[in-house]
């Protein structure tokens, strides 16, 4: 089926990847920068050329478009959806691609960082991607693979359905999120509009594998309110929230509950900023866990290592506060097993072995499932991600173009 046809992905890619859509999360508006849109924009003018009529961008930055049924049955209709913005853990501004042509395995250099090598040991992945063409950034920069890896090939599957009307599918949703790397991807997404019974993200790693499970998550803000003097003046007065602060945090456990030393379904509490003064100090937490009902557990671990801290310090309080960020999709796919079946279904067609694992993190898929459209998360061939160090393959690309294909075939075939 794909014998002669001359993917657009790795193109497409190499360009997206040129456009600055760094996500902000200390912005109040949506998007929370400009830029993401410079990235839209152009999704919906390729959208248009290659044949999706309604392409459009709405105010709040997210892309829409359609795909029509071409068949005679009343097939569900299927969204594919991957988001636009790209971390702002590291730089995504004057990113330069780099292609390797034809992996024989050993290190990556990265010419612009010669700090930043690549090196099996620590991207096992590489060790199976003998021969194909690998894609890093010059090391100055993050790639953008994650997510922009996954527009390229909604596109160019989009490109692919349109151009070849012999496939038969359903009617096709396409739509492309800002966001999500600060978890609002889906926070104004208008569902009505969206009109899909089912969808996909495209923001997985390793070529063949679904994943229809992520961590639940909470985000917890700590204000430490001490007690400030002159310094001139302070003995037996001052409780200084900075120290309080930092005595939290040296309190945390050393060898369990933290991001570096928890692996698999382990959850774990990590403090991600520190901002404030002497007088009043600021900690925000996120805390993970695949069981939603640890998370409060986790907090409470949490609590208990500040009430323990604040005894030292007797004039000075704090303010807790728990937010919840997303919930564990399992919880809405359990109910939907096919959903997952029909895309490991799809990576079998490809030739590549499907198999499934938990996400240590959360998609868009993520809020989507719990606003009634089950959402599992499919490979896009993203690797070392939110770093210098992030490369994806364009073999696996062109086999996520390949899955998404299939996966329309697979749905209009069950109808």
């Not at 024989?104 to 991207?123: A, D, K, M, R, V």
């Not at 309080?244 to 928890?262: F, H, N, R, V």
């Not at 379904?265 to 900023?273: D, R, T």
Request: aromatic share 8%; glycine share 8%.
């Amino acid at each position: 089926m794909f014998n002669n046809y001359k993917f657009t992905c790795k193109d497409r890619f190499l360009k997206y990847v040129t456009i600055d859509t760094q996500s902000n999360p200390l912005s109040d508006t949506f998007p929370s920068t400009a830029k993401q849109k410079d990235l839209a924009k152009i999704l919906v003018e390729e959208l248009i050329e290659i044949g999706v009529k309604d392409a459009h961008m709405d105010e709040f930055g997210y892309v829409f478009g359609t795909i029509e049924s071409n068949s005679s049955k009343n097939v569900h209709v299927i969204c594919f959806c991957s988001h636009m913005d790209t971390s702002p853990d590291c730089s995504g501004k004057n990113v330069k691609p780099i292609i390797h042509k034809n992996y024989q395995g050993g290190n990556i250099n990265l010419p612009g960082n010669l700090s930043e090598i690549l090196t099996p040991e620590i991207h096992s992945e590489l060790k199976n991607q003998i021969g194909n063409d690998i894609i890093t950034s010059d090391g100055t920069t993050l790639l953008g693979a994650d997510n922009k890896a996954g527009v390229a090939e909604i596109m160019d599957a989009a490109n692919f359905l349109i151009s070849h009307p012999e496939i038969i599918h359903g009617k096709i949703r396409i739509l492309f999120t800002p966001d999500e790397e600060v978890g609002r991807g889906v926070e104004k997404l208008d569902m009505l509009k969206l009109g899909a019974n089912y969808a996909y993200t495209l923001d997985g790693d390793k070529a063949g594998c679904v994943e229809e499970e992520t961590f639940s998550a909470d985000s917890v803000i700590i204000i430490i309110n001490g007690v400030i003097t002159h310094p001139g003046s302070a003995y037996g007065k001052m409780e200084n929230a900075i120290k309080i602060a930092g005595d939290i945090i040296a309190s945390l456990p050393k060898d369990s509950l933290s991001p570096e030393t928890t692996k698999e379904k382990e959850g774990f509490i990590h403090p991600v900023s520190v901002k404030g003064g002497a007088e009043s100090t600021e900690i925000k937490f996120i805390i993970r866990d695949f069981n939603t009902s640890s998370l409060a557990e986790k907090e409470k671990i949490l609590k208990n290592i500040i009430d323990k801290v604040l005894t030292y310090y007797k004039n000075s309080t704090y303010e807790f506060k728990v937010e919840e960020s997303y919930r564990n999709m399992y919880d809405i796919i359990k109910d939907v097993p096919f959903v997952t079946e029909y895309a490991l279904e799809a990576v079998k067609r490809t030739g590549l072995k499907p198999f499934k694992k938990s996400v240590r993190g959360g998609t868009d898929g993520s809020k989507l499932s719990f606003m009634g459209l089950p959402c599992p998360n499919i490979f896009a061939g993203e690797h070392g991600i939110h770093s210098k160090q992030e490369w994806c393959s364009v073999q696996d690309m062109q086999k996520a173009v390949e899955t998404i294909v299939h996966l329309c075939m697979i749905w209009e075939e069950k109808a």
